[in-house]
């Protein structure tokens, strides 16, 4: 069965207003989910379902505070959330389908979770890029996961300390700036205020005591 008549079925275009709530587990009716009329929906739930090739017109879901895509065997591979600014939570899995800028979270400034990240170069879950100032006005987010998004190379001067966690960037050009610092996010800050950088070439290794 495909998806559309399922959904003219049990949620009928009168009746999609005033939906809250919609969560696909373990779906298997095929097509694409068409949001446009889903205005007043608040939490958005898609894993499991790989028969779900797509999400289209998300962005009239102004109300939207969560967004669960689990989407690796789908065909995800435009998502604007730049106008959902009441979002607070965010889990994406496009199966490295998707290509978008960080910016488009730019003026989330209530959220608080931030997942987007992949397992290994072989399953890197999407291909986000752009810098992490992006997400500088999201001074609610307490986690990160940029991890196996390559494009992600800049910004770290705008990262709380907080949201540093290693394994959360793997895979990332961050990483590699942090590397002569031992992945010491507090003692690159230092170094970057102090304008220190240039002495680094005479530290090898960093950190060391003679």
């Given at each position: ?102 910016a ?63 394994e ?12 002569p ?12 205020k ?17």
């Amino acid at each position: 069965m495909k998806l559309e008549l399922w959904m003219d079925c049990y949620f009928p275009k009168e009746e999609r207003k005033g939906t809250k709530n919609l969560t696909f587990n373990n779906f298997h009716h095929e097509g694409e989910l068409d949001l446009k009329d889903f205005s007043n929906l608040e939490s958005l739930t898609i894993m499991n379902s790989n028969k779900i090739t797509n999400v289209k017109n998300i962005g009239k879901c102004l109300q939207l505070k969560k967004l669960t895509l689990l989407m690796r065997y789908g065909n995800l591979v435009n998502l604007d959330l730049s106008k959902n600014l009441k979002l607070t939570k965010i889990s994406i899995h496009s199966g490295g389908k998707l290509i978008a800028d960080l910016a488009m979270f730019a003026k989330m400034t209530e959220l608080e979770y931030l997942d987007i990240g992949g397992v290994g170069y072989k399953d890197p879950a999407n291909k986000f890029y752009g810098s992490l100032s992006s997400l500088k006005d999201c001074k609610k987010l307490k986690f990160l996961d940029v991890s196996f998004n390559q494009g992600i190379n800049k910004g770290l001067e705008d990262l709380p300390i907080h949201l540093f966690r290693k394994e959360r960037f793997y895979g990332t050009g961050i990483l590699e700036q942090l590397e002569p610092f031992e992945y010491d996010i507090n003692v690159w800050h230092m170094v970057s205020k102090k304008g220190w950088k240039n002495r680094l070439k005479s530290w090898l290794p960093f950190g060391s005591k003679k």
